[in-house]
DNA sequence: ATTGATATCAGTAACTATTACTGATTTTGA
DNA sequence: TCAAAATCAGTAATAGTTACTGATATCAAT
């Protein structure tokens, strides 16, 4: 049984009303203005309750720490290899493609994860 | 400069030569029949090493190690959120998504990755 | 409204996967 | 053959995350 917390409440809501996509931390260090007792266990435990009831997503980025999002329609994410920021790709339509991969495969697939790799605008402008 | 080095040869030739996809620890266990002094610490640096010339993949699942693969044609991976383990995906054929995904994008992508995520066959015979 | 069961909390310790450090060894070009 | 430097084994340290603790908050049943 679930039960109502305001720490909880206030994580949704705060990544609900930004636009990027922050890590467990970075959303620590947000909610700590509304609720300056909350620690970063509490962070975790409620990002983790929220993205298995489907309520924000989780997204790996194969390096460093996860991200999260919430705005859970279904949409791509760009991940820059340099600085490990996490974007949303727009104007990318994919037709989904579990039914396809599932015909020749045994088990239940569930869901599908399609991410793009490479460096944003702003490492791109940074000589290197 | 990079130079040869037995225990790298011999984690490549391991991960090459088995159609699974191990961890870091799987193949450090497995290559010790070869190498029996080898650590653990030069099998993470050379998966690395070799994941970075391209010669293996690194296949991050979002929980849990990270796998490898030595099979580096492109193709597509299943992830049982279960057991953790990794599968290949026979018979999908994806058509690359990364020109569509650059036309609205301001930065570079270079890579993508198609990942399928559910319940594999053995998992699925296990009542739960 | 009060109570009792239990979910959640803050704070902290522990854990897992991985990386960095050390002095010894191996590789390789000269 | 020799010396510079890459790599090694072994170990310590780190990053990110999860688990534990006793205290507090929520909520259904009185």
New interface residues.
């Given amino acids: 049984m679930v039960k109502y917390s305001r720490q909880r409440e206030c994580i949704l809501r705060n990544l609900q009303s930004r636009k990027d996509h922050p890590t467990a931390d970075m959303v620590y260090e947000s909610v700590r203005c509304e609720e300056p007792n909350i620690s970063l266990g509490t962070v975790y435990r409620n990002l983790s309750l929220l993205s298995e009831t489907g309520q924000i997503l989780?997204i790996?980025?194969?390096?460093g720490p996860?991200h999260f999002d919430g705005f859970t329609h279904p949409h791509?994410h760009?991940i820059?290899?340099r600085c490990g920021n996490v974007?949303d790709?727009?104007?990318?339509s994919?037709t989904n493609?579990?039914d396809?991969?599932s015909?020749?495969?045994?088990?239940?697939?569930?869901?599908?994860?399609?991410?793009?790799?490479?460096?944003?605008?702003?490492?791109?402008s940074i000589k290197k």
Avoid: W
């Avoid at 790996?60 to 390096?63: A, D, L």
């Avoid at 790709?89 to 990318?92: P, Q, Y």
């Avoid at 088990?107 to 702003?122: H, W």
């Fill in positions: 989780k790996s980025t194969g390096n996860d791509t760009f820059c290899k974007l790709l727009e104007g990318f994919a493609p579990i396809q991969a015909v020749h495969f045994d088990g239940r697939i569930d869901d599908y994860e399609l991410k793009f790799f490479g460096s944003c605008a702003e490492c791109l």
